[in-house]
């Protein structure tokens, strides 16, 4: 649609253990400004970090926009772009193998935004030149380091 706005996402997930404590953390740009936004979560794995990202910073945009998600998860940007996730959803939530698609919950959550927003999206290298990339990183290793220091407070 051509009324639409033209939004960049950067997205990032970590884990502390993978499983163990992890953190997200999204970036979106418009017009020249930024939203950052984070979290975590206590016990969990990487990719559902790296789902919950995108995840969020679709779920931030209050119209239907189209979007460039840069992602250092291979995961992720494969399970769109090369189309397993249609082919899970045609398969009734199973692999090409037969067993139960990991992360179903998180998977059947974006397909909902996929079909509000149009995205496109664009592997970048993890921990290299991407200064965008990077950031994500740091936000959401921060929102690790948040969840612990809280859970240390907490006396747990």
């Known amino acids: 649609m051509p009324d639409q706005k033209i939004v960049t996402l950067y997205t990032d997930g970590a884990c502390s253990g993978n499983p163990g404590p992890g953190g997200w953390a999204a970036v979106l740009t418009f017009g020249g400004k930024e939203k950052e936004m984070s979290g975590s979560a206590p016990e969990t794995t990487n990719n559902r ?3 919950l990202a995108v995840i969020c910073g679709l779920g931030a945009l209050k119209k239907p926009c189209q979007v460039e998600v840069y992602s250092d998860s291979t995961y992720v940007v494969d ?13 009734g939530w199973k692999t090409s193998a037969g067993t139960a698609v ?12 996929l079909r509000y927003h149009q ?28 969840y612990l220091d809280w859970e240390k407070a907490q006396g747990q």
């Open 49 to 51: 970090m790296e789902l």
């Open 79 to 91: 399970a769109v772009s090369r189309h397993w996730l249609s082919g899970w959803m045609k398969n």
């Open 102 to 113: 990991a992360n179903q919950d998180l998977w059947m959550m974006l397909t909902d935004l």
């Open 119 to 146: 995205v496109r999206f664009l592997k970048v290298k993890g921990h290299a030149e991407d200064e965008m990339n990077n950031r994500c990183d740091a936000l959401a290793r921060g929102a690790i380091r948040k």
